[in-house]
């Protein structure tokens, strides 16, 4: 007999193996359904659990799930031993700091505050977490910052040894007062920037000169002509380039992409996503920091390429998000994440058209970015819709990222829920059959939880375990911005392309500066992918 007949007995063996299967379980429902009930406390319990178990394969075995997938996905360690590289940061404001931290180098302020907080309260990891990441063999050589208070800050986490892996008399950083000249040390293989947006792009391209490669944090770009620019110098130059949409690390994230690629949901023709924060500090109104002054902050350095000249300003400087002349507003600051995350688990691309709306509804402090912002992006060739609302004066929780699709919605977040439609097609005979409650969860997942949970009853709704608030790796909890930065260092050992490449990051730039434009002339913009560029 040949290998072909032997496949294709083996093949037609399995699939009657799996129809039998299912008309065996299809049996015992229906004669579980008619069980007479003797009144017996676990008579009733044992009938419920097997109904639920039962009911739970049938659907896992619809989905072409397993329900002990695994959640935790494998270490991905890729270091060569004894290949350090040298890291810079270009602005360690706040995110500066925090992408330094995941680095492997915090303040010591920032130990001894979460090491109190660990007291007080022993569910706070914090600091557990951070010293039990992964030693990423940096060191970091060089710290840019013109404000010099932000700057010592840097040296002082530069050299501090409480830190993943442990370390002794560690050197310490040289700070640069230019990032010109960082970018010229022999002392530096990499750079992270944590600049204001107006910075991004002139520093990536130099450090692409250079031949240093980048971590550089969202949006990508201030205007569509540096996405161009930009983009074009680090596909020449050779670089590996990151961008700073750390989601795409989330479990949720990657397990949401699997269930599409299944086609679980069926025909997704709509995707909804929103922001919504009701205090200053989420509206951009930070602290202004006491010791900041026209002797301590380089002005001159700080306002570099923005496209309008001001005296020396203290709000501007640490409220920079609040004007188009250095960031990106809403749109590239936090529709870009959500953005992209729909783009990491859909593929979408740049949309043909946007349609943006708001205006500065109740922050009316000076600032030219809206408070209040919607946008629609249309893919005429998906079929697909992908709508975005956000306010800045109101904190009532409208959801998370909603994938519809016709057999089947899917809200994800940290952890994701799938519900299945009524009037589905690919469920159909299961929701007559009452296998499937449309009023349930058709299966949930939670990250560091064995896996995909098909949920059919209501107790299992309420108890089923809660996202966590760090991603999973290894069976512990991780931060995900440090998972990303490790991502881009194990793409520079090994001469990978990290998922956020720029090619991503010129699809998130155009998409937000599409829907800037939109808003700034009161018109529906769209993409010429020919001419590149927004007509």
């Excluded at 660990?118 to 050589?141: C, H, I, P, S, Y």
């Excluded at 998370?400 to 519900?419: I, N, P």
Aim: hydrophobic letters at 35%; glycine letters at 8%; aromatic letters at 8%.
């Amino acid at each position: 007999m040949s290998k072909e007949t032997n496949d294709d007995t083996s093949a037609h063996a399995t699939s009657d193996s799996a129809k039998k299967e299912s008309i065996r379980r299809r049996d015992i429902l229906k004669g579980l359904a008619t069980m007479p009930v003797f009144g017996a406390f676990f008579g009733v319990l044992l009938r419920k659990k097997w109904l639920d178990d039962l009911k739970k394969n049938e659907i896992l075995t619809e989905l072409a799930l397993e329900g002990k997938t695994p959640a935790v996905l494998p270490k991905t360690t890729m270091r060569k031993p004894g290949e350090l590289i040298r890291l810079g940061i270009i602005g360690y404001g706040g995110r500066g700091e925090s992408l330094v931290k995941s680095a492997g180098f915090a303040h010591p302020d920032w130990i001894e505050r979460k090491r109190k907080d660990a007291k007080k309260n022993r569910l706070d990891k914090g600091l557990k977490a951070f010293l039990g990441q992964e030693d990423l063999n940096v060191v970091l050589t060089g710290v840019c910052d013109v404000f010099d208070v932000r700057a010592e800050r840097g040296l002082a986490a530069s050299k501090n040894d409480r830190r993943p892996g442990g370390g002794s008399g560690l050197e310490g950083a040289k700070r640069y007062r230019h990032y010109q000249d960082l970018l010229e040390s022999d002392e530096i293989d990499a750079v992270i920037i944590g600049t204001p947006d107006h910075w991004h792009a002139q520093m990536t391209i130099d450090a692409a000169a250079a031949g240093k490669h980048v971590y550089c944090e969202k949006c990508m770009t201030r205007t569509i002509d540096e996405t161009l620019k930009m983009t074009e110098a680090v596909k020449n130059s050779g670089i590996v380039f990151q961008l700073g949409h750390q989601s795409r690390q989330q479990e949720s994230h990657i397990k949401a992409k699997q269930i599409v690629e299944k086609n679980i949901l069926g025909k997704i023709t709509l995707v909804e996503t929103t922001t919504n924060r009701n205090n200053p500090v989420g509206a951009w109104v930070y602290k202004i920091h006491e010791d900041g002054s026209a002797e301590t902050i380089d002005w001159d350095q700080f306002q570099g390429p923005a496209p309008n000249k001001v005296p020396f300003n203290l709000e501007r400087f640490f409220r920079w998000r609040c004007w188009y002349d250095y960031g990106t507003g809403l749109s590239g600051d936090l529709l870009s994440h959500e953005y992209d995350a729909a783009n990491m688990i859909l593929e979408l691309g740049i949309p043909k058209s946007a349609v943006a709306s708001g205006g500065i509804y109740f922050f009316q402090d000076g600032r030219d970015v809206p408070d209040v912002f919607q946008t629609v992006f249309e893919y005429p060739d998906r079929d697909l819709t992908l709508l975005y609302s956000a306010t800045l004066a109101s904190g009532r929780g409208r959801g998370r990222r909603l994938f519809m699709g016709h057999d089947a919605s899917m809200d994800v977040g940290d952890s994701l829920e799938v519900m299945a439609e009524w009037e589905s097609t690919r469920y159909k005979d299961k929701i007559r059959n009452r296998i499937i409650n449309t009023s349930l969860p058709l299966f949930t997942w939670h990250p560091g939880t064995e896996g995909i949970d098909t949920v059919t009853s209501a107790t299992e709704k309420y108890f089923a375990p809660r996202g966590l608030m760090y991603t999973y790796r290894g069976g512990r909890p991780v931060d995900v911005t440090h998972l990303h930065i490790k991502e881009w260092l194990d793409c520079i050992r090994n001469s990978g392309q990290p998922s956020c490449n720029i090619d991503r990051g010129f699809e998130e730039a155009i998409t937000c500066h599409m829907a800037t434009q939109s808003y700034l002339e009161g018109r529906k913009v769209e993409w010429d992918p020919l001419n590149k560029k927004v007509v």
